[in-house]
């Protein structure tokens, strides 16, 4: 993976939220995740 395909995924908003949600250090389930970016669960 390179860095352009790695801004590429960061660049969704959604994985951006879920992202920043897992820089506290905890472990988030992922409806938990889910949530935090504002989207359904699936």
Do not use: S, Y
């Amino acid at each position: 993976m390179n860095l352009a395909e790695v801004g590429n995924l960061v660049g969704d908003l959604a994985r951006a939220q879920m992202l920043t949600a897992l820089l506290d250090g905890r472990a988030l389930t992922a409806g938990e995740l889910a949530w935090c970016a504002g989207i359904m669960p699936q």
